[in-house]
Nanobody
Framework: QVQLMESGGGLVQPGGSLRLSCAASSSIFDGSIMGWYRQAPGKQRDLVAAITSSGGTRYGDFVKGRFIISSDNARNTVHLQMNTLKPDDTAVYYC?????????WGQGTQVTVSS
């Protein structure tokens, strides 16, 4: 069973930065789409950013140039660099990998933006 292990969440002040990382336990990135979603209490889970194995990227409208997604296919890792964080970015962030056969989710990592 493939596992996705996230790290890098925590508490940060408004305007600060965090870098989330996700490592897959198996080589599943080739031909897949890797992404980050987030879910705040009482809200739906939204796409934050996604990247294909060939490097194409997509971002949620609310990102507005503040976040950068990247992946290292050889190491089966995907990262999300988050800059200029706002209180509205507070949520649980989930790593997601969508292969041709199956979709995998991480357990989630809490990001809290507060002074």
């Amino acid at each position: 069973q493939v596992q996705l292990m996230e790290s890098g969440g925590g508490l940060v002040q408004p305007g600060g930065s965090l870098r989330l990382s996700c490592a897959a336990s198996s080589s599943i990135f080739d031909g897949s789409i890797m992404g980050w979603y987030r879910q705040a209490p009482g809200k739906q889970r939204d796409l934050v950013a996604a990247i294909t194995s060939s490097g194409g990227t997509r971002y949620g409208d609310f990102v507005k140039g503040r976040f950068i997604i990247s992946s290292d296919n050889a190491r089966n890792t995907v990262h999300l660099q988050m800059n200029t964080l706002k209180p509205d970015d507070t949520a649980v962030y989930y790593c997601n990998v969508r292969t041709a056969r199956q979709t995998y989710w991480g357990q989630g990592t809490q990001v809290t933006v507060s002074s």
